[in-house]
């Protein structure tokens, strides 16, 4: 009787504890790797994250090329002690600053884009705005336009978020010392559309009809806000259009334009952002209002929303620790103008509906 009680227990000693350990190695080997995953969230943390990027730097700096992309290895910087490898391509884009900076803006292809998002199987490409050239003043505009992209953020979700990063560049060939400079990604439109339920508008033929008019009057006057004439609707120049799928009560099929791209803007107030002749100001500091025209009411109205948010966004400038407190007594110094113009009776309505244009 005690043997074959010894037996049995020897049988649930061996069967079920090995069990148990089988799982908890399994959980642990799960946990490692969601942690992972969670960690390349690109966009769902504001916290600076420090990368490195290893390739031809001699040989992209030289030829910026377009075309033909460069093998690089990107790696994500956790600690001091914990990093994740990915082989990756990139190359050289944008217009202006390919042309006349002297580190261009890059695209990272990711061949197996899998950041743990719904949509991370729909898209490989994402945009990362490098720092234009050496130095502290070039350091101190990349900063500025990050933020930019954070104002816009603070009106509505409909927005390119972005993540902040330290960057080091790094020479596959060691013919040059590494670089260190900050820099920052840019959301790809295919995530947007995934998490608002929308669909990319390709065509190039809209206008500020073609946008549903709370989301195109919020778009003018955050432009005109931050001093921003260097974008339009036809063309889908600096914006870009979406339209939701779920149900659209006025049946009209309307799209919602999100904005990108604010070097050119009086906010960051780059040394190179010269206004065109035509637009017929001096600098870029002076704001222009290039929104399709409404009522005195429908702008009163659309200007509520900016003087509800003003506080906030006073809070991101002031909150955000990379920049220096000169440049964020800029920031707000600017931002003091547009809302002055606001609080000054029909000041700011009166400029919207005197340069406003009819499509």
Not at 112 to 135: R, T
Not at 291 to 305: M, T, W
Request: hydrophobic letters at 35%; glycine letters at 4%.
């Amino acid at each position: 009787m005690k043997k074959k009680i010894f037996l049995q227990l020897f049988l649930v000693t061996f069967l079920v504890f090995p069990t148990f350990g089988q799982n908890d190695n399994n959980d642990s080997k799960s946990s490692i790797a969601d942690a992972s995953q969670e960690r390349l969230r690109l966009f769902d943390s504001d916290k600076l994250m420090d990368i490195s990027l290893r390739f031809d730097l001699s040989s992209y700096l030289k030829t910026k090329p377009k075309e033909k992309y460069l093998n690089a290895i990107i790696t994500f910087h956790f600690s001091e002690t914990d990093s994740i490898n990915k082989n990756i391509k990139l190359r050289s884009r944008g217009e202006f600053r390919n042309q006349h900076c002297y580190f261009p803006p890059i695209e990272l292809n990711f061949k197996k884009a899998n950041f743990e998002y719904a949509d991370s199987n729909k898209f490989s490409k994402i945009k990362l705005v490098a720092q234009c050239n050496p130095g502290s003043v070039s350091e101190n505009y990349i900063l500025r336009e990050y933020l930019v992209y954070k104002l816009f953020t603070v009106l509505t979700d409909t927005s390119f978020k972005v993540r902040l990063l330290k960057i080091n560049y790094i020479d596959t060939y060691r013919t040059r010392k590494p670089i260190r400079q900050y820099g920052f990604l840019i959301e790809p439109i295919e995530m947007v559309a995934a998490r608002t339920n929308s669909v990319e508008i390709t065509s190039q033929a809209l206008n500020q009809n073609s946008i549903t008019p709370k989301t195109m009057d919020r778009l003018a006057i955050f432009n005109y806000m931050i001093g921003n004439y260097d974008w339009s609707i036809p063309g889908q120049h600096n914006v870009q259009v979406i339209k939701t799928l779920n149900f659209d009560p006025s049946g009209l099929g309307l799209g919602v334009v999100i904005p990108y791209d604010f070097d050119w803007t009086g906010l960051v107030d780059a040394s190179y952002a010269i206004p065109a002749e035509i637009k017929g100001t001096e600098t870029v500091r002076e704001r222009i209002f290039l929104g399709i025209c409404r009522s005195k009411e429908v702008y009163q109205k659309a200007l509520e929303e900016f003087l509800e948010k003003k506080d906030e966004f006073y809070r991101v400038i002031n909150e955000f620790p990379y920049l220096n407190q000169q440049s964020k007594k800029d920031i707000t110094n600017y931002l003091n103008e547009f809302f002055n113009q606001i609080n000054s009776k029909n000041t700011l309505v009166d400029t919207f509906l005197n340069n406003c244009k009819n499509f």
